[in-house]
């Protein structure tokens, strides 16, 4: 594909598609405020650090990321993390770490560390979402308690806004309206309610750039190197579940290792220009795809518009009613919540439903999207190699008295599997015996390790044992491997 008909497939196709991607810019946009702030008030930094931040990171993985209409800004999974740093160390250093971090992540796209997605299996994937979906919800609650009625009021105005808009027109995206609408109920009524600017002090102006003041010393990696690490890996398993997810809403596939070069190369920006590290936004990506995004305009809108609000509208943004803003999040926890998953775990197997419900209760309960994926995986692998293990047989067989005894292994022989196959074999007094491989593959030293044991002990019990029927590769590592005869490798009947 050359150039232009890439960029306009990447960007947007005509003016329609032009206009839906900007909409949809516009209410992430509207949305990244309070969530910028209060992240920033996580971490212990001014409000600016996340805003500036947020603004950088949209705009940069919308030029270099890999995946198309997913949002990324700073985010409460990098926050958390470097809490301690800012106590400790002060600000500075959190630029500092945040700029190794972007070389960390550069690395790993390199790398292709991505790869490791492979190994996540639908159901962690599903519970991620679901513990995510979650969370959102569990976010908004602080601004529903101890508040006026017309908070309330204003926030089933708005769900009202945005489910029942879409049955009359879906030209303009139904949380735009509902914020614009409240917006303007709010300011011309003087309502009680909580706004933007009571979150925290909006900033003034443009960011400006700068290299984080810190002695370029081993003693300073000292520091930053394990909060580096840490975020890299936050915010990749973070943006790489969440393209993922943007994949799947949007039917399409996308570069996960241009994602995390990019990922890398946005927080490097945001460091530069005064902010935190971040990476996807799975709320905001579902706001951005709802509401038409699906190229790589609507996530530069989301990025230059926000700079536009805060140098230019500052105030006014201020005076957004918060009630607008919960009752957008309501509807992305709703729609981002897997409501089939529920009569599933009646029908999918057991295994699998467990992996999901222990990565949602994990995450809620740490609140900590790594912990919680960790946990699914781990689980899925045990899972799968306690299913694995079952799959090999061996038949023992004897045409006559005075014949071999042959044991036929057919299956997958490895690590979680060599105590039943060792098992299977008895103590033949003495009798040849043939063991037949040919249906088996044998893919670890540890099933090495149990062949020569059963081998091994019929000799001791004075039996001719020959192994025949080896495929290439588990010859090969008979070879590298045993501790007693080589296979001497060729096609056919093979003995050990």
Known sequence: MTLIPRLRAEWFADAAEARREILAGIVVALALIPEAIGFSIISGVDPRVGLYASVAIAI?????????????????????????LVRDHGVQYLFAATILMGLIQICAGLLRLDLLMQFVSRSVITGFVNALA???????????????????????????????????????????????????????LHLPVRTVGDMGRLP?????????????????????????????????????????????????????????????????AAALVGGMGGCAMIGQSVINVTSGGRKRLSTFTAGAFLLFLLAVLGPVVGRIPMPALVAVMVMVSIGTFSWNSIPNLRRHPPTSSIVMVATVAVVVATRDLAQGVLV??????????????????????????DAPIVYRVS????????????????????????????????????????????????????SHVDVIGYNRASADLVDRFALHDKTGFQLGVVPH
């Open 411 to 462: 299956g997958q022989i490895f690590f979680a599997s060599v105590d039943r196959f060792a098992r299977a074999f008895a103590a033949e007094s003495g009798r040849p015996v043939t063991i037949d491989v040919t249906a088996a593959h044998f893919w670890d030293i540890s099933a090495i390790g149990a062949l020569d044991k059963i081998v091994a002990r019929l000799r001791r019990d004075g």
């Open 204 to 268: 003034e102006g443009l960011p400006s750039l700068a290299w984080p003041n810190v002695p370029l010393t081993f003693e300073t990696l000292r520091i930053i190197l394990p909060f580096s690490l840490t975020m890299a890996a936050v915010g990749l398993l973070e943006s790489m579940m969440t393209a993922q997810i943007v994949d799947d809403m949007t039917d399409t596939d996308s570069d996960k290792r241009r994602e995390c070069v990019g990922q890398g190369g946005a927080n490097i």
């Open 60 to 84: 940069i993985i919308s030029l270099v990321g890999g995946r198309p209409a997913m949002i990324s800004a700073a985010t409460a999974a990098v926050a958390v993390v470097v809490t301690p």
């Open 376 to 401: 699914g995986v781990l689980l899925s692998g045990i899972f799968f190699a306690g299913k694995v293990r079952r799959m090999f047989a061996v038949e023992r067989t004897q045409a006559s008295a």
């Open 134 to 188: 979650i969370l959102i919800f569990l976010a908004q609650l602080p601004q529903l308690i101890g508040v006026s009625w017309h908070s309330y009021a204003m926030v089933a105005g708005g769900l009202a806004i945005i489910y029942l808009l879409p049955r009359l027109t879906r030209a303009v995206p139904s949380p735009l309206v509902a914020i614009l609408v409240l917006a303007g109920i709010s300011i011309a």
